[in-house]
């Protein structure tokens, strides 16, 4: 029987899932996701070769939501036959910066950080550890998004806050590690070695955004910092705010520390200006009778735009902007804004090609290449499986 890698990606609210034929290369067999995960509106899509296929599903939680994929995966092959199962754990503290075998002691030590992102974190484990009592035979793989910012220096590490809470972790982790691990392969593969090792920005704009300033191969900076709440305006996370937000909450609205988090991740950015909604096609559709809605997609990308200029003086010029993740690639008129007002980089963006959703959406004369490229995290931790696999192979 083929054996084969499944993939869990979860975010706070959903679960993304993969199944790859352990061959090389990887031939995805299907793949989808359960969204809304807790709320009343769950929905369950799988695609499977030209077949795309999306029903309601109660999931509650994201048990509920690995049940149905367990599922549905059940359709296709057998557990017996999977050889191993990769998870996108989202914050690998100070101790973790490559793929490893999940373990014990990596679920302990996980367990012991969840404070640092107690929106991913808990999920995150807890899918594991039902993997492992359900499928003890089956190895896994856990995949940090923080590990591509290792490299950053030092000064790009630090956080301005009294120097003895560096002790307890606190510091610049940044995060999207495997998006921009893959674009950036992507952009050696399809431009060549010498345009990935230029000065690179990467932008992942999605529900999530943030962005990474690329050099030589190796990041240098990056917008998310000791949680995925920092940087740039997202769906509903608010991004960089003034801290004296919280006092001021705190004291003269006596919101607790538990409701703070919860408007910063979840009741603010496009969601909190627009009062609307968080999806940025919801919001275009409706900026020109509504003053909210166009509040909320300009400072989405006013925010972006600066996030641009600041990086680009980072990396001392600029050489290739990518836009990905689910607004970078599909959503034009961000595009075009975000990069309106930048021909001072070299920037000069082809509104044909824009429109068309081109590779390469920058004009024949920019001085900056501005791409377009889909990320794909879910073949990146597939590769970390195999890559594991066989080092421990080789070991043994």
């Known amino acids: 029987m083929e054996k084969s890698i499944l993939v869990l990606n979860a975010g706070s609210s959903s679960l993304k899932f993969a199944l790859f034929a352990d061959c090389a290369p990887l031939n995805r067999v299907l793949s989808g996701s359960v969204d809304r995960i807790g709320s009343d509106r769950s929905a369950f899509e799988v695609e499977i070769g030209d077949k795309r296929e999306c029903v309601a599903a109660s999931a509650k939680d994201h048990m509920a939501a690995l049940n149905f994929i367990v599922n549905e995966i ?7 036959a999977l050889r191993a199962v990769g998870h996108r754990v989202v914050h690998g503290g100070r101790k973790y910066d490559k793929p490893e075998i999940v373990d014990a002691p990596m679920l302990d030590e996980l367990r012991r950080i969840r ?48 120097r003895r809470f560096q002790e307890k972790g606190l510091r610049r982790y940044g995060f999207h590690g495997l998006s921009y691990e893959f674009l950036l392969e992507e952009l050696g593969r399809i431009s060549g070695p010498d345009v990935s090792r230029g000065r690179v920005i990467l932008a992942h704009l ?13 990041c240098v900076d990056t917008s998310m910092a000791f949680t995925p709440a920092a940087g740039l305006v997202m769906s ?7 801290p004296g937000i919280a006092s001021f909450l705190m004291t003269d609205e006596n919101i607790s520390a538990a409701q703070f988090d919860r408007m910063m991740n979840h009741e603010s950015g496009l969601l909190g200006v627009s009062e609307t909604s968080s999806d940025m096609r919801d919001l275009l559709a409706r900026e020109p009778e509504d003053s909210r809605a166009l509040d ?18 980072v990396l001392g010029g600029l050489d290739t902007l990518v836009f990905s993740g689910g607004i970078g690639e599909h959503s034009v008129p961000v595009r075009a804004r975000i990069c309106a007002g ?34 794909d995290e879910e073949l990146m931790i597939a590769r970390a499986v195999q890559r594991v696999l066989r080092t421990i192979g080789e070991g043994k």
């Open 74 to 80: 059940s359709k296709e092959t057998q557990f017996g």
């Open 115 to 162: 404070s640092f992102d107690p929106e991913h974190l808990p999920a995150e484990i807890a899918i594991m550890e039902k993997i492992r009592t359900n499928f003890p035979d089956v190895d896994q793989v856990a995949c940090f998004d923080t590990a591509f910012h290792k490299s950053m220096p030092r000064v790009a590490k630090l956080l301005p806050i009294p």
């Open 236 to 242: 509903t996370r608010s991004g960089n705010i003034d």
């Open 206 to 218: 999605g529900n999530g955004a943030s962005m990474a300033a690329v050099r030589e191969g190796k």
């Open 342 to 375: 930048l021909e001072f980089l070299g920037i000069d963006l082809d509104q044909r090609r824009n429109e068309a959703n081109a590779g390469v959406i920058s004009s024949d004369t920019s001085r900056a290449v501005v791409r377009v490229i889909r990320t």
């Open 296 to 313: 909320a997609v300009e400072l989405f990308c006013q925010e972006a735009k600066k996030f641009v200029g600041a990086y680009a003086a």
